[in-house]
């Protein structure tokens, strides 16, 4: 699974950020990878991101930004998916003027190769870029500049986190949530190491393709 959001310190999704409205969100899903993308927006400016989009719903995400009258400036990720194929190189066709986002630490291509402490401008409204390896060692999480909502990836899941050995069905938590119930975070570094390095995990089903696909932005034929 992709894409968790938590919030930060139990605050709203609706936290203002001092400046007026509240962040325009939208959470989508993606059934075949259980993938969660979020699009964020400023309601004044019209502009936008998209965080981890894919392929197989690039066509409804870009058909969500226009009949919200928004302009996609990033399609980011939050690392080198395996288990889905971004959508990020087909929306900069579908969306002219979108730019592909990406950690430079995760060797994939992208018109922008963010650094920790990056942060991605969309209108008032920013992402910070807080580099979170583990899963991958290109992993990034991307914290809302009010620090209401924290777009974790696979680095950090509800009561979980990513797999390590190669790269729960709620939707939002809060840091302070996993911190104390989270089974695996309230380890002692040595009990989390020895029972990552023991999860014996199957490999997801579209690796073979869906890395190769994503070191290269994702972009190929557009699906049917």
């Not at 066509?59 to 971004?86: S, W």
């Amino acid at each position: 699974m992709a894409g968790s959001v938590l919030k930060i310190a139990g605050r709203r999704l609706s936290q203002h950020t001092g400046s007026g409205a509240p962040v325009l969100l939208r959470q989508m899903f993606e059934p075949k990878s259980c993938t969660y993308t979020y699009l964020l927006g400023d309601r004044e400016s019209r502009e936008a991101v998209l965080i981890d989009p894919v392929l197989e719903t690039a066509q409804r995400d870009a058909q969500l930004v226009k009949e919200l009258g928004l302009r996609l400036l990033y399609a980011v990720n939050t690392h080198c998916h395996a288990d889905h194929i971004t959508g990020s190189g087909l929306l900069r066709s579908l969306l002219p003027g979108c730019q592909s986002v990406i950690s430079r630490l995760s060797g994939a291509q992208a018109d922008w190769h963010i650094e920790d402490g990056d942060s991605i401008q969309f209108g008032r409204f920013a992402l910070e870029t807080r580099a979170s390896p583990g899963h991958t060692p290109g992993c990034v999480t991307f914290v809302l500049n009010d620090h209401s909502m924290a777009f974790t990836g696979d680095a950090l899941l509800i009561r979980g986190c990513g797999r390590t050995d190669f790269q729960q069905g709620l939707t939002v938590s809060t840091v302070e949530e996993e911190r104390t119930l989270n089974p695996r975070l309230t380890l002692s570094c040595e009990e989390f190491v020895k029972v990552m390095d023991k999860l014996n995990l199957p490999k997801p089903q579209q690796i073979d393709f869906a890395v190769p696909a994503n070191m290269r932005c994702g972009i190929q034929t557009p699906p049917s």
